[in-house]
T-cell receptor, first 113, second 111 residues
């Protein structure tokens, strides 16, 4: 079945770049997403990329998609302490009316001052 | 524009009881999805409602049910609560299928 995998932890120093990686299995996925979850809060949509794109940049965030390897990454430039959170990768599979979102286990990013 | 709201934010119940959680989507959004988040299983899809009809369903037992009203507000019900139902229940609304916006969640503790 569909599966989305992420590493569990990442620790970086403030001001450095963070790269969070994700692999997925559903080759029919049309959209891939990155969400951020802070303690005690719901998920905040950060950005998403359509499957026919290789890269998307949005301010400090850069998403890279390697569709051949089913690999997605999120790069956060100039990481700040406020970026400390859990980051979830998600894919949308299925067809119109039966879309399903599959989420990864989340990567806990810790930013050291 | 107000975001997705969920009530209550915290709930404590005992085994065997039932519970109803509420979700108000962003104005104009007709799709509401529910997810269960636990440390062990992560985020798992429960069901999706669109225009008062269940459009999509995950792999949860029949104790988990939901409904959607004509104003797009949705409720989720869990009957005969078990300890394993303790989780953060998240609701997400969407205007189209490309973006989902999540509420803050309801944290349910079953004792």
């Amino acid at each position: 079945g569909e599966d989305v995998e992420q590493s569990l932890f990442l620790s970086v120093r403030e001001g450095d770049s963070s790269v969070i990686n994700c692999t997925y299995t559903d080759s029919s996925s049309t959209y891939l997403y990155w969400y951020k979850q802070e303690p005690g809060a719901g998920l905040q949509l950060l950005t998403y990329i359509f499957s026919n794109m290789d890269m998307k940049q949005d301010q400090r965030l850069t998403v890279l998609l390697n569709k051949k390897d089913k690999h997605l990454s999120l790069r956060i430039a100039d990481t700040q302490t406020g970026d400390s959170a859990i980051y979830f990768c998600a894919e949308r599979g299925g067809s119109s009316g039966t879309y399903k979102y599959i989420f990864g286990t989340g990567t806990r990013l810790k930013v050291l001052a | 524009k107000a975001g997705v709201t969920q009530t209550p934010r915290y709930l404590i119940k005992t085994r065997g009881q039932q519970v109803t959680l509420s979700c108000s989507p962003i104005s104009g959004h007709r799709s509401v999805s529910w997810y269960q988040q636990t440390p062990g299983q992560g985020l798992q899809f429960l069901f999706e409602y669109f225009s008062e009809t269940q459009r999509n369903k995950g792999n949860f037992p029949g104790r988990f049910s939901g409904r959607q009203f004509s104003n797009s507000r949705s409720e989720m019900n869990v009957s005969t609560l078990e300890l394993g139902d303790s989780a953060l229940y998240l609701c997400a609304s969407s205007l189209d299928a490309n973006e989902q916006f999540f509420g803050p969640g309801t944290r349910l503790t079953v004792l």
